[in-house]
């Protein structure tokens, strides 16, 4: 009687502590990863980190660039092959093809790098920055050494034209502003594709130039007019640190970017061309702070969260409101992977951001936060945990390709692709899975294959 007598006049406080404390001593909850059956008729891409994975339909992804390091920056190796990753209609079978020529060939090949941005717009493929290995051919001019001269660091653009006759590499002709409206020579950036009053365009954010200057601009490619040009964006409101090996996604409303993570060397903001001054608290070598970049009006807000762990070289993507219990009104990010400290991540988190407008407290966003993490099982190396990973959103599947292990160790070919189901990592996040599609960028034709 006294047990219950004491148990009646537990406070609402002590009640949420006691209930905060059996959560956490729950068993660790699970996302399956699997290996899935695959089918080739052509080679399929080698092991590799920092490369592209390109989502063009529903069952559709691009693989593009990557390097694999071999003891040394000077001996690594990059990449310039295009792969096609096609989910095939029993919806767990994998393929790997060639993408369809052009008469032959693909055109301009750009040189082969690692760490770049390929975004879709419309029907093409843009192509910005990277790094490629010193003394690499068919450098753009406006490439740069980096200042410890292991690797060169890009600035160019280009554009992959899809069309039912094969597809062919073009550099992308941009006419060149004012100073300071180009961005400089980067890798390790970010680019989401927007698109405002039917003109489309990209948003490049961060990136570094070497081995320590690090960027916070923000940039925008415009895609529309007599030919493309690059501005530079000027959102009110303290910006971000200056950052790289973050990731940005274009959440599901189309109106907000959401960044997250990314590492730093500086404990002071460098200032590029172009660059801003930020909030110096905010400065570490690696991140775990998010930031909102609203399209209209263009600002910055940071995501007031009472924890956010670090994470670099992670991957991430946007997905639309879940209509579960107090997530009715919020948008979502998953991230899988990623560096923390020395070591690498196989969790996987969602972020859960209350949509705009609807942050009030009349509501039913509980408020911006982190799901608990979640452990990658059933995949050995999802269990190991990687970084410098791709991952896109295929046919109701998150699907993680590639990797970097640590010291000279990629996700060999035996576990290149691991494959989750969406409707896994929501239950397991405790958010009903009732997903829609994005709405912006508006979903282009699918593109033969």
Not at 7 to 34: K, N, Y
Not at 327 to 342: H, I, Q, S, T, Y
Request: aromatic residues 6%; glycine residues 12%; contains cysteine.
């Amino acid at each position: 009687a006294r047990r219950a007598g004491a148990a009646r006049g537990m406070s609402d406080s002590q009640s949420r502590r006691t209930a905060g404390i059996s959560a956490r001593l729950q068993l660790p909850r699970h996302v399956s990863f699997s290996v899935p059956l695959l089918r080739s008729s052509v080679p399929p891409p080698c092991s590799r980190g920092g490369h592209t994975l390109t989502a063009l339909s529903d069952s559709l992804l691009l693989l593009f660039g990557g390097w694999q390091r071999e003891g040394s920056d000077e001996s690594s190796t990059y990449y310039n092959d295009m792969k096609l990753l096609k989910l095939r209609p029993d919806a767990t079978t994998f393929v790997w093809k060639d993408p369809p020529r052009s008469k032959g060939s693909y055109g301009s090949v750009p040189c082969a790098r690692a760490n770049h941005t390929l975004t879709r717009s419309g029907e093409h493929l843009i192509l910005f920055g990277g790094c490629c290995a010193r003394g690499a051919s068919n450098l753009a001019p406006e490439s740069e050494e980096c200042s410890a001269g292991k690797f060169n660091v890009l600035a160019d653009s280009h554009a992959l034209k899809m069309s039912g006759s094969g597809w062919r590499w073009e550099p992308l002709a941009v006419s060149v502003g004012k100073l300071g409206e180009q961005p400089d020579a980067r890798c390790g950036h970010s680019a989401v594709a927007v698109e405002s009053g039917n003109k489309p365009g990209l948003i490049v954010f961060g990136g570094r130039a070497g081995d320590s200057t690090y960027y916070n601009s923000t940039h925008r490619l415009q895609l529309y007019g007599r030919a493309p040009s690059w501005a530079q964006l000027k959102p009110t409101g303290i910006p971000p640190a200056a950052r790289a090996h973050h990731t940005a996604c274009l959440l599901a409303g189309g109106e907000r970017i959401a960044v997250y993570g990314g590492i730093t060397l500086s404990s002071e903001p460098r200032q590029g061309r172009g660059e801003s001054n930020t909030d110096g608290a905010d400065m570490a070598r690696q991140l775990g702070d998010v930031w909102l970049l609203n399209l209209s009006p263009l600002y910055w807000e940071r995501v007031a969260l009472s924890e956010s762990p670090i994470r670099s070289s992670h991957a991430a993507v946007g997905l639309a409101p879940t209509g579960g219990d107090g997530c009715a009104d919020d948008e979502l990010m998953v991230v899988f992977g990623g560096r923390a400290g020395r070591g690498r991540l196989n969790l996987v988190s969602v972020l859960v951001l209350p949509r705009a407008g609807h942050s009030d407290a009349g509501s039913a966003s509980a408020g911006p936060r982190w799901s608990d993490a979640l452990t990658a099982k059933d995949s050995e190396r999802a269990r190991d945990g990687r970084a410098s990973h791709a991952m896109a959103m295929l046919g109701g599947k998150i699907v993680v390709v590639g990797g970097y292990l640590g010291g000279d160790q990629y996700v060999d070919s035996s576990e290149f692709i691991c494959v989750a189901d969406v409707a896994d990592v929501l239950r397991s996040a405790r958010l009903t899975p009732e997903l829609s599609a994005p709405r912006a960028p508006r979903a282009p034709r699918a593109p033969r294959a």
